[in-house]
């Protein structure tokens, strides 16, 4: 059974710091490019990071960029959004997710998304 | 940067069909695969197509993806509604730039 399970979410005051992790079971974590999304409370869905199998290359959208850092620990399964120097505007629910790689070795696509983590910026 | 934009919502009636438009501002729609997810309430997104026009496995044949490079646009259709449908649906795709942007959304009503 797949699973993906976020962790790490709370109340971080602004300008504090949080970090997220992601485990993962049931698919091989390894073979996939990884991603968080963010969904702000009432509104859609936001791209914030993605990072390949290897851990070698990472991308950020422009409202994180400089604050966040996206990580991974292939043996641990894992994945990691380290958060820092948080605004308000980074409230909101964290999904990890493979939006942007989505084929297994046998060229089937797979859909993997956990329920996320509850991040909420405030004093 | 580009941008992709969704109506607010739509509706239809049990049995009827609905299309979701979804429109690039700054590049071809075409030069980038397109993703549709579906969100119900309390709940995280499921693809619904991807790669434009795919179907996952287990998602109705109801639902039908397509690219119009006239207008710019992708569009989700979704024929025999049912009420289960009623969900936010988004629209994905990708940038040489930005790398990964998500349409604002569509609430649609059965």
């Known amino acids: 059974e797949v699973q993906l399970m976020e962790s790490g979410g709370g109340l971080v005051p602004p300008g504090g710091s949080l970090r997220l992790s992601c485990v993962v079971s049931g698919f091989t974590f390894e073979s996939y490019a990884m991603t968080w999304v963010r969904q702000a409370p009432g509104r859609g869905l936001e791209w914030v990071s993605t990072?390949?199998?290897?851990?070698?290359?990472?991308f950020y959208s422009y409202s994180v960029r400089g604050r966040f850092t996206i990580s991974r620990d292939n043996s641990r399964h894992t994945l990691f959004l380290q958060m820092n120097s948080v605004r308000a505007e980074d409230t909101g629910i964290y999904y990890c997710?493979?939006?942007?790689?989505?084929?297994?070795?046998?060229?089937?696509?797979?859909?993997?998304w956990g329920q996320g983590t509850l991040v909420t910026v405030s004093s | 940067n580009f941008v992709l934009t969704q109506p607010h919502s739509v509706s239809g009636s049990p049995g009827k069909t609905v299309t979701i438009s979804c429109t690039r501002t700054?590049?071809?729609?075409?030069?980038?695969?397109v993703q549709w997810y579906q969100q119900r309430p309390g709940s995280a997104p499921t693809t619904v197509i991807y790669e434009d026009s795919h179907r996952p496995s287990g998602v109705p044949d109801r639902f039908s993806g397509s690219v119009d490079s006239s207008s710019n646009s992708a569009s989700l259709t979704i024929s025999g509604l049912e009420t289960e449908d009623e969900a936010d649906y988004y629209c994905?795709?990708?940038?040489?730039?930005?790398?990964?942007?998500f349409g604002g959304g569509t609430k649609l009503t059965v």
């Open positions: 990072l390949t199998g290897s851990g070698l290359h990472s």
């Open positions: 997710a493979n939006p942007t790689d989505f084929y297994d070795s046998n060229g089937s696509f797979q859909d993997y």
């Open positions: 994905q795709s990708y940038d040489s730039d930005i790398f990964v942007a």
């Open positions: 700054n590049g071809n729609i075409a030069s980038n695969y």
